[in-house]
């Protein structure tokens, strides 16, 4: 191990890792890396790292240095460090392979309501073969290019089969009436424009847009605890089924001390190259397959893709969406 002493942090979503970047040799299954240049965390303020005990958190977009790598972006041009000194361990590893077709895939799952994961897969050039199906998926070509992200057109939603009105996309080349979806294993939630949150919870049975003191001064959509609407997502001619506890979250009224269930979509104005940041909790409702493309991952040449497999079913879903809330509603609120 060789601690470098030169400073790095690692900025998220709800907090920082500050450190040093160190190098060592990283090994995760069969693959090990020589000399990989990581964040040897000296302050960590990511309360959900600190709270599940986490001793470190590894990137898997296929970003190279000076792109989305802070580490990279670091030690690029540094003459006392080899220029590809900051590459991601993903990338690594990719490289050992130069000759096959390198991938990603990830398997999510919940253990009960809006909890964590359970019985999840993650797999370096395999498949889990409970889903080896999704080799027969079409592949999803990545939109608008290989920018380092994992995004890619879809068509639109329905709730129970009837369609969402989409509003333009903000992605340049985007065909008329579909949009950009950008997946993320690091986001526990799903971004999208408000005029589409709008049009998803409009056609859900009991929804309602309203005021929330509690939420701040922004409306917010509420919907029955029990719903079983299914909103499905189109994607490459397929249809992707959300589990109905995926379409809110539980918080309690401190008022009144009673439970609601509101949407768990966030929104934002304008993100780059994406209408949809879609984490987690869209997620955990296929397999996803990233393929790294064949020889430099880095070129655009390479063709990157994602291939997608469905692991909701409409139907039982919305049978154990009625059973799991009950049980969480009752203790809440008996």
């Not at 009960?112 to 070509?141: R, W």
């Not at 294993?185 to 408000?194: A, I, K, N, R, V």
């Not at 393929?291 to 692991?311: H, I, K, M, R, Y």
Request: aromatic share 10%; charged share 10%; proline share 8%.
């Amino acid at each position: 191990f060789q601690d470098t002493g030169i400073p790095v942090s690692n900025g998220y979503s709800g907090g920082f890792v500050n450190g040093t970047i160190g190098l060592a040799t990283v090994q995760l299954g069969p693959y090990s890396v020589a000399q990989q240049a990581f964040n040897n965390a000296k302050s960590v303020t990511l309360a959900l790292v600190l709270d599940l005990g986490l001793d470190g958190l590894i990137g898997m977009s296929f970003a190279g240095q000076g792109d989305i790598s802070s580490i990279g972006d670091t030690l690029q041009g540094n003459p006392n460090f080899p220029e590809d000194a900051g590459r991601a361990f993903i990338l690594n590893v990719v490289d050992q392979t130069p000759t096959q077709n390198s991938f990603i895939a990830f398997s999510l799952s919940r253990t009960d309501d809006q909890e964590g994961t359970s019985d999840a897969s993650f797999t370096i050039n395999d498949v889990d073969p409970k889903y080896a199906a999704v080799q027969n998926a079409p592949i999803l070509p990545l939109f608008p290019g290989n920018i380092g992200e994992w995004g890619f057109i879809f068509g639109g939603f329905t709730v129970d089969g009837k369609p969402v009105k989409l509003p333009p996309s903000n992605v340049d080349g985007v065909p008329p009436g579909q949009m950009v979806l950008r997946l993320d294993t690091g986001t526990p939630f799903t971004f999208m424009p408000q005029a589409l949150i709008d049009g998803i919870y409009s056609l859900i049975p009991g929804a309602q847009n309203q005021q929330m003191h509690f939420f701040g001064p922004n409306k917010v959509w509420t919907v029955p605890c029990n719903t079983t609407a299914i909103l499905s997502l189109q994607i490459g001619g397929q249809e992707f089924p959300i589990h109905p506890l995926d379409l809110s979250e539980v918080v309690v009224d401190p008022s009144t001390n009673l439970p609601l269930c509101v949407t768990p979509f966030a929104t934002f104005t304008q993100a780059f190259g994406m209408d949809i940041f879609a984490g987690d909790s869209f997620m955990r409702n296929f397999y996803s397959v990233f393929n790294f493309g064949v020889e430099n991952p880095q070129s655009v040449a390479d063709a990157p893709s994602v291939q997608l497999l469905a692991q909701t079913n409409a139907q039982s879903a919305s049978q154990d969406a009625v059973k799991v809330r009950a049980s969480l509603l009752a203790q809440i609120a008996p």
